[in-house]
């Protein structure tokens, strides 16, 4: 575990650090989750708050088939039906 986790239960970064954790494992309903949890705790921040509902409304309109194909990973998140 990296220093982040060593944050306050309290800390919006702590919640950050754990929702894009879960999206690397491919854990969408708990990255999400986290992620939320994150921006309801950001007040310092609001920047980061829109970086973190932008992620998630990638990853709910990617599984909703909204972008085409339904992701199977986080890597399928971001490169389904994009050129490379």
């Known amino acids: 575990m990296g220093p982040l986790y060593a944050l306050p239960e309290s800390s919006f970064l702590r919640d950050f650090v754990a929702g894009l954790s879960h999206l690397i494992r491919d854990e969408f309903d708990d990255a999400i989750h986290a992620l939320r949890k994150g921006i309801a705790k950001n007040s310092e921040n609001p920047p980061m708050n829109r970086d ?18 339904t ?14």
Do not use: H, W, Y
């Not at 992620?55 to 709910?60: F, G, K, R, S, T």
């Not at 309109?61 to 194909?69: A, L, W």
């Not at 992701?71 to 490379?84: E, G, K, Y």
């Open 52 to 69: 973190m509902e932008m992620l998630i409304a990638a990853i709910q309109n990617q599984r909703s088939g909204k972008n085409g194909e």
């Open 71 to 84: 992701p199977r990973t986080a890597v399928d998140l971001f490169f389904c039906n994009r050129p490379l």
